[in-house]
């Protein structure tokens, strides 16, 4: 089983959708968690860290479920600025992370 | 705003090369870190470094080496480079911490021919 999984997609959604990624994890010993962002051709950029309370920044929204090892990213209201590769983040600590392949989200007008 | 700058954004290099890529951050972090990233095959760990002269393999060492001489500079060298080493090189840090997210360099795409 792969450590950190994500459906590749691409997810093609128009504007203003609400779209949702999962992404599960291998290891319960996993510490910490985030969701990055890629651009094409760009680096990774943070986009937001993962809490097990659930956390919300603007129109994306964060949960973990450490019981079913996953976490997931909601993202309200797209924008065509949302159209970018998502990437899952998981960290068993002592900076020891795991990258999931990333999930392709294309908004088209 | 944490900065990690990487000193070039494309490099072109010849089979058999000693190739130096450069980064260096500006956060005081502790841990430093190079991936490379392919198609269909993600982010891989290259190297990571945890303080100056301090170093660790990853996941795919082979035909790399590095140089942490200074905290806020890590080095990764490509002793001989060869055509599978072509591929979009990052540098990361972060705060000393392990649990803490990477903030990345705005990448290396080197081609090797």
């Known amino acids: 089983r792969k450590e950190v999984e994500q459906d590749p997609g691409p997810f093609n959604v128009p504007e203003g959708a609400t779209v949702a990624f999962n992404c599960t994890y291998s290891n319960s010993a996993s510490q910490s968690f985030f969701w990055y962002r890629q651009d094409c051709r760009k680096e990774p950029k943070l986009l937001m860290s993962?809490?097990?309370s659930g956390n919300e920044d603007g129109r994306f929204t964060a949960q973990l479920n450490r019981a079913s090892q996953y976490i997931s990213l909601l993202i309200r209201d797209s924008k065509l600025s949302d159209s970018a590769t998502y990437l899952c983040v998981v960290n068993l600590g002592y900076s020891t992370l795991t990258f999931g392949k990333g999930t392709m989200l294309l908004v088209s007008p | 705003d944490v900065k990690v700058t990487q000193s070039s954004r494309y490099l072109v290099k010849r089979t058999g090369e000693k190739v130096f890529l450069e980064c260096v951050q500006d956060m005081d972090h502790e841990n430093m870190f190079w991936y490379r990233q392919d198609p269909g095959l993600g982010l891989r760990l290259i190297y990571f470094s945890y303080d100056v002269k301090m170093k660790e393999k990853g996941d795919i060492p082979e035909g790399y080496s590095v140089s942490r001489e200074k905290k806020e500079r890590f080095s990764l060298i490509l002793e001989s480079a060869s055509t599978n080493q072509t591929s979009m090189y990052l540098c990361?840090?972060?705060?000393?911490?392990?649990?803490?997210?990477?903030?990345f360099g705005n990448g290396t795409r080197l081609t090797v021919t």
């Open positions: 993962v809490y097990s």
């Open positions: 990361a840090s972060s705060s000393g911490t392990g649990y803490s997210p990477l903030h």
